[in-house]
């Protein structure tokens, strides 16, 4: 499964569970540890740890096998590693102290609306069109 591939299954899999604010970092281009992140929320300790269940579970009948799991001790942050792909499972407070969106400010970004997957605009991008709207990405090369 390509990278951009298993970022986007996990990011469906959080979305269908309950994880709120779900994002998809590209940051191939600005980091040398991975190709993306996925980004999410957990309300709870056990909705955190349920998450990691439910990626782990679903990515491994797609064929993809988790390097490392950490952080399922306390479940305020807890990241799984496929390598190419990390994902970022968050309480609301861990969120905001580590704001990894942030800190990797220019990446390219997708969100997850309404089940489907958006290119969030480049702030460079939206200024030089003058258009803000973003269009569903799903099964499109990037």
Not at 43 to 66: F, I, M, Y
Not at 83 to 111: C, M, S, T
Request: net charge negative.
């Amino acid at each position: 499964m390509e990278p951009k591939d298993l970022a986007f299954a996990a990011a469906h899999v959080l979305d269908d569970k309950k994880a709120t604010d779900v994002v998809i970092a590209d940051v191939s281009e600005v980091a040398d540890i991975t190709d993306f992140f996925v980004i999410a929320t957990g309300t709870t300790n056990r909705h955190v740890d349920s998450l990691v269940d439910d990626v782990e579970d679903t990515l491994k009948l797609e064929g993809a096998e988790p390097i490392a799991i950490e952080g399922r001790e306390e479940c305020s942050w807890a990241l799984i590693d496929y390598g190419p792909v990390i994902v970022h499972l968050f309480q609301p407070q861990a969120r905001q102290f580590y704001r990894l969106e942030h800190l990797w400010a220019n990446a390219r970004y997708y969100d997850v609306v309404d089940g489907e997957i958006v290119e969030r605009p480049r702030p460079e991008a939206a200024q030089a069109e003058g258009d803000a709207s973003a269009a569903p990405v799903d099964g499109q090369p990037a």
